[in-house]
């Protein structure tokens, strides 16, 4: 149970009202709506790596995985396993993201990545000897991305953790990733 009540959309600003009814209706954004000046921009950065990122979509979405696993985030898993099901990726991949590594499921990539993500969801700075590992087989500006998509999740994991959301009674029909495009560019 949600620890704050759903915003009512007619309670917020008509700026946040009319994002949130372009959004994907999840629970997650139903409550972000009502965190005040944070909700836009989060979501303007949710967007920046969810559709325009430097990795590619399975890596992100393999990263946001590990991250929701490590933090117990139940929510999180569901929503990005249904994701990554939409994307293509295999029942296997998916549940390698979960599991122990090296993953026979991944490359050696993925794994050195999810390692590396591991050591910077469980310590403040990620080990130097699995940054360089990750960092091998990734430009400067992706592994970057790898450290921002790991530091995002963990501040997600913990609202939704925190705050209680929900798991929606049904999956919406899409990936909701178009929907966050559209949101923001039609604002912009």
Do not use: W
């Given at each position: 149970?949600?620890?704050?009540?759903?915003?009512?959309?007619?309670?917020?600003?008509?700026?946040?009202?009319?994002?949130?009814?372009?959004?994907?209706?999840?629970?997650?954004?139903?409550?972000?709506?009502?965190?005040?000046?944070?909700?836009?921009?989060?979501?303007?950065?949710?967007?920046?790596?969810?559709?325009?990122?430097?990795?590619?979509?399975?890596?992100?979405?393999?990263?946001?995985?590990?991250?929701?696993?490590?933090?117990?985030?139940?929510?999180?898993?569901?929503?990005?396993?249904?994701?990554?099901r939409m994307i293509g990726m295999s029942?296997?991949?998916?549940?390698?993201?979960?599991?122990?590594?090296?993953?026979?499921?991944?490359?050696?990539?993925?794994?050195?990545v999810l390692v590396f993500v591991d050591?910077?969801?469980?310590?403040?700075?990620?080990?130097?000897?699995?940054?360089?590992?990750?960092?091998?087989?990734?430009?400067?500006?992706?592994?970057?991305?790898?450290?921002?998509?790991?530091?995002?999740?963990?501040?997600v994991c913990r609202y939704l953790e925190?705050?209680?959301?929900?798991?929606?009674?049904?999956?919406?029909?899409?990936?909701?990733?178009?929907?966050?495009?559209?949101?923001?560019?039609?604002?912009?």
């Open positions: 149970m949600a620890m704050l009540p759903y915003p009512d959309p007619a309670s917020l600003p008509a700026d946040d009202a009319a994002l949130l009814a372009k959004l994907p209706p999840l629970n997650i954004f139903r409550m972000l709506a009502g965190s005040g000046p944070s909700f836009q921009p989060l979501m303007a950065l949710f967007n920046a790596y969810l559709n325009n990122g430097l990795l590619d979509h399975e890596m992100r979405e393999l990263i946001i995985l590990r991250v929701g696993h490590v933090c117990g985030s139940a929510y999180e898993q569901h929503q990005h396993r249904r994701v990554s029942d296997e991949r998916i549940a390698a993201a979960s599991g122990a590594l090296p993953s026979a499921h991944l490359s050696e990539a993925e794994n050195s050591s910077l969801a469980i310590h403040t700075k990620g080990d130097p000897a699995l940054f360089e590992r990750a960092k091998q087989h990734l430009d400067d500006a992706a592994i970057q991305e790898v450290v921002i998509v790991t530091g995002i999740y963990l501040l925190t705050m209680g959301i929900e798991i929606e009674e049904t999956d919406i029909e899409s990936s909701g990733l178009e929907e966050i495009a559209n949101s923001l560019s039609a604002a912009n």
